[in-house]
């Protein structure tokens, strides 16, 4: 979609609200101090942002009062992608940042969390308390031997113990990685033995959808598995008593410590987050204090708008980056929501439960989870008083347009909608929210500040209006320090920068409209190119899953060894429909009416559902290699899939199909 499609705005900010915002605030202080321009609103200041890149970053810093206990020497050592170098020679604390505002007694007593569980009841941490876990916590994590380097890990649904796990590793200086524990084993070990950590948090089991869910079998597995491991702490979730040999979590974090910050380089690790690993061992992305400290400043507290006086609440589970989005919305004292449970549970409207329960000012969840409660008759303003969401934020993929009318008309006219994307490869978003700045249906906002976002044609050519690849001609801080284990640098560099060197390709196909904002179609390696014209995926579902029969679809495109291509389109139904004649051919009439009759599929055929990855992404190059003929065991990790049995439904349509040409 481009802005001749949709000219006018669904939603824009009034005065007073464009006043108020913190970006106005900064652009007005970056043009006193720092020469950002005073005019021309947020595009002039992305400008800015972009082309001078060093001032642009030392003025957050600066705003955000970023405490370097060692001065750096400049901005930049080296801008050189991949292998940017960030504030050489600083040194900060992560952790020191999240837990500033206990520093304030004003403050001192307020929510830092509220952890509401599947009861709905919000049960609050206060700054004060948070911090003094985090000392007794940390401490003990000295006493057990861990440096600054060491790994950390979690095996953790998003509790506050999860928090203070990781803000005491982080204030440590250790590498805090988590998976959540709806992950088996093998998924765990998948990621957990890359990075040999030294100490496992861990729970008995979870509660989700209703039921209790037992893990303690999965836990000794991992602690038989994870040989590296000098203390297992437990947290008993379900009220069992700590198995032997682990540490009890009351007993560490009972002290009345005052927190010691290790001072650490700017690029010193924080964390390792996962890629999904469909088609092999997971990418281990390592991320530095500094950089993640740095951008998650600009994000949450330019971009989002969040600061004291907020609530933060975004659907996650602590194996996706956006739990660590999440937490780190401690850095602006913004109180954060942990909802640990189903959420769909009791209903599909439980999320909206939640907002309205814990007080949310920024309320994030899934752009499925919007589609979900369009196709179930929620209606969130009617059946909540949800007056304090300012913004309602979704990503995941891209919320389709009629997502963005169901929020306008189902939350609040009134409403900032911000679709938002960007990657765990960089833990924030390329593009997305802008409090200042109108929103159009089915587009997100601009891209964000210090990011130099471009859409490029094959060539490497920039290209506006129409769809290219996803690329980021700047370093920005957290960009990955490096992949565990890749010691030349050699899988991170073909990760990002095999297409056009020196430059990031994400790998999304994106559209950049002539105003700045930004559409994006989908993943291109499951680029639909059929009789030369690309369409991405995510064009195809937005389409196809309007029609209330569709729960959720997967379209594959193939190149058959004839020279032909073949578009099979899989569509899970909604309870009660039935893929006949009629339906067939209204999937293919919307297909050709709204995107292109070239991309109108081959054939429709129902599955009993679509696979996704652990954190929910519609698993598409796994599918189409089972399609081609690969092996299962070849095709997929087994470990990085929601469901594995139904990956055979297409290993047997592939057989099919070969015993037919044969």
């Given at each position: 979609m481009t802005s001749a499609a949709s000219p006018a705005p669904l939603w824009e900010p009034d005065a007073d609200r464009i006043a108020a915002a913190h970006v106005t605030r900064f652009q007005a202080w970056a043009a006193e101090r720092y020469g950002a321009p005073a005019d021309g609103g947020y595009p002039a200041?992305?400008?800015?942002?972009?082309?001078?890149?060093?001032?642009f970053w030392t003025a957050v810093a600066d705003w955000f009062d970023v405490r370097f206990s060692t001065p750096y020497a400049?901005?930049?050592?080296?801008?050189?992608?991949?292998?940017?170098?960030?504030f050489p020679g600083a040194t900060l604390n992560y952790a020191e940042h999240a837990l500033r505002t206990a520093e304030d007694p004003a403050r001192a007593d307020e929510p830092a969390l509220l952890h509401v569980d599947e009861t709905q009841e919000p049960a609050p941490l206060s700054w004060a308390e948070l911090r003094r876990q985090v000392g007794s916590l940390a401490e003990e994590l000295r006493a057990v031997g861990v440096r600054p380097g060491d790994r950390v890990s979690g095996y953790l649904p998003n509790i506050p113990q999860?928090?203070?796990?990781?803000?005491?590793?982080?204030?440590?200086?250790?590498?805090w990685t988590s998976c959540a524990p709806d992950f088996g084993a093998r998924s765990v070990l998948d990621r957990f033995q890359q990075i040999e950590p030294v100490v496992l948090f861990t729970v008995d089991g979870y509660r989700y959808g209703g039921k209790e869910h037992d893990r303690t079998g999965t836990v000794a597995e991992l602690r038989a598995e994870l040989r590296t491991l000098r203390a297992v702490v437990h947290i008993p979730l379900l009220g069992t008593p700590a198995p032997e040999g682990a540490l009890d979590w009351s007993a560490l974090t009972s002290a009345d410590t005052e927190p010691v910050f290790e001072q650490l380089p700017f690029a010193h690790p924080l964390w390792v987050l996962y890629s999904s690993g469909t088609t092999g061992l997971p990418?281990?992305?390592?991320?530095?204090?500094?950089?993640?400290?740095?951008?998650?400043?600009k994000q949450l507290g330019l971009h989002c708008d969040l600061g004291p006086g907020d609530r933060f609440f975004w659907y996650t589970s602590t194996g996706w980056m956006m739990w660590n989005f999440l937490v780190s919305g401690l850095l602006t004292g913004t109180t954060i929501v942990l909802y640990d449970g189903s959420p769909g549970y009791p209903d599909t409207g439980a999320q909206w439960a939640i907002a309205e329960r814990t007080g949310a000012t920024l309320f994030g969840t899934s752009a499925a989870y919007v589609m979900a409660c369009r196709k179930a008759d929620v209606h969130p303003a009617r059946d909540h008083d949800l007056s304090r969401i300012a913004c309602v934020a979704t990503t995941g993929s891209p919320l389709p347009p009629d997502g963005f009318r169901w929020l306008h008309d189902e939350v609040a006219e009134d409403l900032w909608i911000a679709s938002v994307s960007g990657g765990t490869d960089v833990c924030t978003c390329f593009a997305g929210a802008v409090p200042t700045l109108p929103v159009h249906i089915g587009e997100l906002q601009a891209a964000c500040l210090g990011t130099d976002?471009?859409?490029?044609?094959?060539?490497?050519?920039?290209?506006?209006?129409?769809?290219?690849?996803?690329?980021v001609t700047n370093p920005?801080?957290?960009?990955?320090?490096?992949?565990?284990?890749?010691?030349?640098?050699?899988r991170y560099h073909d990760s990002y920068f095999d297409m056009y060197p020196g430059v990031w390709r994400h790998g999304d196909w994106i559209t950049l409209t002539d105003r700045g904002s930004v559409v994006i179609h989908g993943r291109s390696d499951s680029t639909l190119n059929r009789q030369g014209v690309r369409m991405g995926s995510a064009d195809i579902y937005e389409a196809v899953e309007r029609l209330p029969e569709i729960r959720e679809s997967?379209?594959?495109?193939?190149?058959?060894?004839?020279?032909?291509?073949?578009?099979?389109?899989?569509?899970?139904?909604?309870?009660?429909?039935?893929?006949?004649?009629?339906?067939?051919t209204r999937i293919k009439a919307t297909i050709r009416q709204e995107l292109s009759p070239r991309h109108v599929p081959d054939t429709v055929i129902q599955v009993p559902a679509v696979p996704h990855t652990l954190t929910g992404k519609r698993i598409e190059v796994p599918v189409k290699r089972l399609l081609q003929g690969t092996e299962l065991a070849k095709a997929v990790n087994p470990g990085s899939v929601d469901n594995l049995e139904l990956l055979h439904f297409y290993e047997s349509l592939a057989r099919e199909r070969r015993a037919n040409r044969s």
């Open positions: 200041l992305h400008d800015w942002s972009v082309t001078e890149l060093e001032t400049r901005v930049l050592g080296d801008r050189a992608m991949p292998g940017a170098e960030w999860a928090v203070v796990a990781f803000l005491a590793s982080a204030a440590v200086g250790a590498v990418k281990a992305i390592v991320q530095s204090q500094g950089g993640i400290l740095l951008e998650h400043f976002l471009q859409a490029w044609d094959p060539q490497g050519e920039p290209v506006i209006d129409e769809v290219g690849e996803l690329v920005m801080p957290s960009m990955p320090v490096k992949f565990w284990n890749d010691p030349d640098g050699s997967l379209v594959i495109g193939l190149e058959e060894p004839d020279g032909g291509y073949w578009m099979p389109l899989f569509v899970h139904l909604a309870e009660g429909a039935v893929l006949d004649d009629d339906l067939r």
